[in-house]
């Protein structure tokens, strides 16, 4: 009974529950049938929005009015306003733009007061987009005009880089009918553009007149020049809009004014680095409690004289009061702890020791043409060679000569052989001795270098001796390298020829004076023992034979040397050679 009973009541539980779930089986499929899905198989909307009324008219004349609206086809937005919106004249303040559904309103500040008989240009760049798929309108504009006719004229043109010819975005390009240099920095331009990332500009809808043309990166946005914190760049003659020009303007940043000492380490004895904004061939230190007999100094500059380092021997006092200055002009007064001889021989962070901190040691490829160089932490004071020896593989070798630097801080090896020893043309007297201009080779090729230096062979200025030092190198194979051979028509000032990798790090400079010989004026240049990469050539023009790029002035209205590259890059490749004819036009 009990079996048949369950049996029974299950069956018939089971068809309820049979026709529950057919029901819900239905129910799901009906209703993932009724989602609602986007139609398939149409083409994706690419059409930007449309215009269909300007109120007033766009190009509308004797412009009086203080709200403008302009409606679409479609629901629009605005993306990234800030940075696209131009208007040019630029207003005294920026007019409140709103979009509500398919209309986009210009509202002008209420106490605005537009320029009688000028062409106003509201450009949008590519802020306006439909609201769905983001298609933007390029390039748009509304243009008025609160004079009877619109200005029609155009100014093309480039900004560039005055050093690399690196273009970039953004940079403002600006036209004043006020021709005087302080206009610049007092006033907003009649007119103005923007570069893009080519460094391309366009100025639109120009009255017909002469214009001083000035570009600048434009830090803070005020449409004014702010001196040397921002770039500048001009064309020295006012610009006749009327005349077809594509115009290229050289941008640069001007001498800093002031220069000025922004920090200074002492962290060893007898050495403190001072660090300026910029460099000065006229920077000096002078101690103010140097009361002492026996005491000496060094100065030693980078470079580009931005740092300058002292050292001073034999000095005993606690404190070291340092007066630093340009030319006659005192910049700073330092006064610190000094570190004395005796806390620099306790010190395990920084003992007072002479040691390498750079040579060639282990390096596997060193350049056949390749200068070696030891560097040491402290100004050598003198060598003796009987305890240098150097060896090509297993030989000593004597051909080797071995010099102190002018900054006292580097020993350089180098190949004593007269007939690597030329007088230069251009300086009658002088003597140089370039492996880039000759082709002439310090090592040989594929061979292991060893440079053994016993204790004892360098002195520093503070009486300290070298331990024992081993330098290992290899040189490569001549087959790695390739050549060029530079036929360069010379040019009609003194000028600086530099080879250049693709990242722009000078790897060969050449220094020429102006040729006395107009007969004459070509020069060969040799590049032996290049790497197989590739490279471009540049031209200074050195104008004032200082050998190096010097940048502009804006109210000296001088602009900075010109510079040059060749049009192609040169693709190095081993064991090749090259001959390569510049002329500069």
């Known amino acids: ?61 004797n412009f009086n009015v203080k709200n403008i609206a302009i409606e679409f086809d479609e629901f629009v937005a605005l993306k990234d306003l800030n940075n696209q919106l131009l208007i040019s004249p630029p207003l005294a303040k920026s007019p409140d733009v709103t979009i509500k559904n398919k209309t986009l309103f210009i509202e002008l500040d209420k106490n605005e007061t537009l320029k009688p008989n000028t ?94 043309l000035v570009a600048i990166k434009d830090a803070n946005n005020n449409y004014k020049y702010d001196g040397e914190s921002e770039s500048i760049g001009f064309v020295d003659a006012p610009i006749d809009v009327s005349e077809k020009q594509n115009i290229l ?20 004895h007898g050495k403190v680095s001072l660090f300026f904004n ?9 101690p103010l409690n140097n009361d002492q007999k026996g005491v000496q100094e060094y100065l030693q500059f980078s470079k580009n004289k931005d740092t300058l380092t002292y050292w001073i021997k034999n000095f ?19 006064s610190l702890k000094f570190i004395s001889r005796e806390e620099a021989e306790k010190s395990k962070k920084n003992p007072l020791k002479l040691k390498v901190v750079s040579s060639p040691n282990g390096n596997q490829s060193f350049d056949l043409g390749g200068e070696l160089r030891i560097k040491f932490n402290h100004p050598i004071s003198s060598y003796q060679d009987q305890l240098i020896t150097l060896k090509e593989d297993t030989t000593i070798i004597n051909r080797y000569k ?4 002018p900054d006292k801080e580097r020993i350089l090896f180098a190949v004593y052989d007269s007939s690597n020893i030329y007088e230069d043309p251009e300086n009658p007297g002088t003597f140089v001795q370039h492996f880039t201009e000759k082709g002439w080779k310090n090592w040989k090729e594929n061979t292991n270098y060893h440079i053994q230096i016993l204790p004892g062979a360098f002195h ?16 490569r194979e001549e087959k790695y390298y390739g050549s060029v051979k530079l036929n360069l028509y010379a040019l009609p000032s003194d000028y600086i020829v530099q080879l250049l990798d693709e990242a722009g790090v000078v790897v060969r400079e050449n220094f020429f004076l102006k040729p006395k010989n107009i007969a004459s004026p070509k020069k060969i240049i040799e590049y ?26 804006y109210l000296k209205k001088t602009q900075p040397e010109k510079v040059i590259y060749n049009s192609e890059l040169i693709n190095i490749r081993s064991n090749w050679d090259a001959e390569l004819e510049w002329k500069v036009e």
């Open 460 to 475: 520093d200025i503070f009486g300290l001796t070298n331990d024992t030092i081993k330098i290992d190198f290899k040189t």
């Open 119 to 212: 062409t106003y240009c509201i450009s949008f760049g590519n802020a306006v987009q439909d609201l769905n798929e983001n298609n933007a309108i390029e390039n748009f504009q509304y243009i008025f005009s609160t004079g009877t006719f619109i200005d029609s004229l155009k100014l093309k043109g480039k900004v560039q880089n005055a050093f690399n010819q690196s273009t970039e975005k953004g940079i403002l390009v600006m036209l004043y009918s006020d021709l005087s240099d302080s206009v610049v920095y007092k006033s907003q331009p009649d007119y103005f553009a923007k570069t893009d990332k080519d460094g391309n500009f366009q100025i639109n809808n120009i009255k017909a007149g002469k214009y001083k």
């Open 249 to 268: 303007i050289d941008l640069f940043q001007e001498p800093l004014k002031k220069v000025y000492l922004k920090k200074y380490i002492h962290d060893s």
């Open 528 to 553: 032996s023992y290049l790497a197989p990469k590739k490279y471009k050539l540049k031209i200074i023009y050195d104008d004032n034979g200082n050998h190096k790029w010097d940048t502009g002035n």
């Open 1 to 61: 009974m009990f079996k048949y009973n369950f049996y029974k009541i299950n069956t018939s539980a089971h068809q309820h529950i049979s026709t529950f779930i057919n029901m819900l089986v239905i129910a799901i499929m009906f209703s993932s049938c009724a989602q609602i899905l986007a139609p398939g198989g149409g083409a994706k909307d690419t059409t930007p929005p449309k215009v269909l009324k300007f109120i007033p008219d766009s190009a509308q004349l």
């Open 316 to 334: 005993i006092k606690d404190s070291l009061i340092l007066q630093v200055s340009n030319g006659n002009k005192i910049l700073d007064t330092v």
């Open 278 to 286: 910029q460099g000065s061939d006229s920077l000096r230190v002078q």
């Open 402 to 405: 071995y010099t102190i630097e």
